[in-house]
Antibody, heavy 119, light 107 residues
């Protein structure tokens, strides 16, 4: 069965960086795109960007351009999302989510990773 | 960016009721519209894609319709497990964008 298992909660200071991982299993890793979506406490869902695990190409939301980097390791079927220059407003649960390459439809989600930014 | 606006923002209903949630896109997105359900402290769950197609395993009590800019999610015969927050999302253009959510509460 498809599983997306994310790394554990993180606490970071303002200005630091965080790197969250998402390990995929139960399907062919390079045959599906991976998205990152975040949710601040009590707020809605916010799309951050997408990576094609096959070639590593990425598209980021303009809001995160210059601060976010999405990468993948095909040997371990893992994607990573690194966010730099953290500020308190980046405190959120970060989700990875899989979509098919043809239609872009998200079908499976990771369990989420809480990132807390606090001095 | 395409703005997705859901209405209402919150909704109270009783077990057994049928409810409809509306989602409007700021420009046409054809049928590239998905719906997600989220319960407190949990990851979202994918319900519907292509405006009206059910994800595998999703019961037929959930239905979606619409095209262009106006879409609806209808849930029939509400059960206690259906009370949650629902989000629409367009995936026609980057950046993908979500509606602000509709919280469905028990009356």
């Amino acid at each position: 069965q498809v599983q997306l298992v994310q790394s554990g909660a993180e606490v970071k200071k303002p200005g630091a960086s965080v790197k969250v991982s998402c390990k995929a299993s139960g399907y062919t890793f390079t045959s599906y795109f991976m998205h990152w979506v975040r949710q601040a406490p009590g707020q809605g869902l916010e799309w951050m960007g997408i990576i094609n695990p096959s070639g590593g190409s990425t598209t980021y939301a303009q809001k995160f351009q210059g601060r976010v980097t999405m990468t993948r390791d095909t040997s371990t079927s893992t994607v990573y999302m690194e966010l730099s220059s953290l500020r308190s407003e980046d405190t959120a649960v970060y989700y990875c989510a899989r979509s098919d390459v043809v239609r872009g439809v998200i079908d499976y989600w990771g369990q989420g990773t809480l990132v807390t930014v606090s001095s | 960016d395409i703005q997705m606006t859901q209405s209402p923002s919150s909704l109270s209903a009783s077990v057994g009721d049928r409810v409809t949630i509306t989602c409007r896109a700021s420009q046409g997105i054809s049928n590239y519209l998905a719906w997600f359900q989220q319960k407190p402290g949990k990851a979202p769950k994918s319900l519907i894609y292509a405006a009206s197609s059910l994800q595998s395993g999703v019961p037929s009590k959930f239905s979606g319709s619409g095209s262009g800019t106006d879409f609806t999610l209808t849930i029939s015969s509400l059960q206690p497990e259906d009370f949650a927050t629902y989000y629409c999302q367009q995936y026609n253009f980057y950046p993908y964008t979500f509606g602000q959510g509709t919280k469905l509460e028990i009356k």
